[in-house]
Nanobody, 122 residues
Framework: QVQLVESGGGSVQPGGSLRLSCTASGYTNSRFRMGWFRQAPGKEREGVAAIGGGRTNYADSAKGRFTISQDNAKNTMYLQMNSLKPEDTAMYYC?????????????????WGQGTQVTVSS
């Protein structure tokens, strides 16, 4: 059974940084894609960043500020978020599964974590 557990969310001021982690059990993340998605209240879920098949993919809103990475030995994926803005406030979800292509489409993923809240506010 695949389980994804996110951690690292919290409250920061604009311009601050956070690093999210997603630890997978029952899933070998080195073989298949994993991704980060977010959903703010009243908004649709959106893909933020994905990694798979040796490639990464970022939403335009994340490019230059966020970095996705993974530690295969720890079965953990990370999202380093810098220069955070109030509009980054959302629940962030880890997702895994499907194939190798680092898709930013939520329906391409089979497994989801419970989410971790990120709040950016002064």
């Amino acid at each position: 059974q695949v389980q994804l557990v996110e951690s690292g969310g919290g409250s920061v001021q604009p311009g601050g940084s956070l690093r999210l982690s997603c630890t997978a059990s029952g899933y070998t993340n080195s073989r298949f894609r994993m991704g980060w998605f977010r959903q703010a209240p009243g908004k649709e879920r959106e893909g933020v960043a994905a990694i798979g098949g040796g490639r990464t993919n970022y939403a335009d809103s994340a490019k230059g500020r966020f970095t996705i990475s993974q530690d295969n030995a720890k079965n953990t994926m990370y999202l380093q978020m810098n220069s955070l803005k109030p509009e980054d406030t959302a629940m962030y979800y880890c997702a895994a599964g499907g194939s190798f292509r680092p898709s930013l489409v939520g329906n391409d993923y089979n497994y989801w974590g419970q989410g971790t809240q990120v709040t950016v506010s002064s």
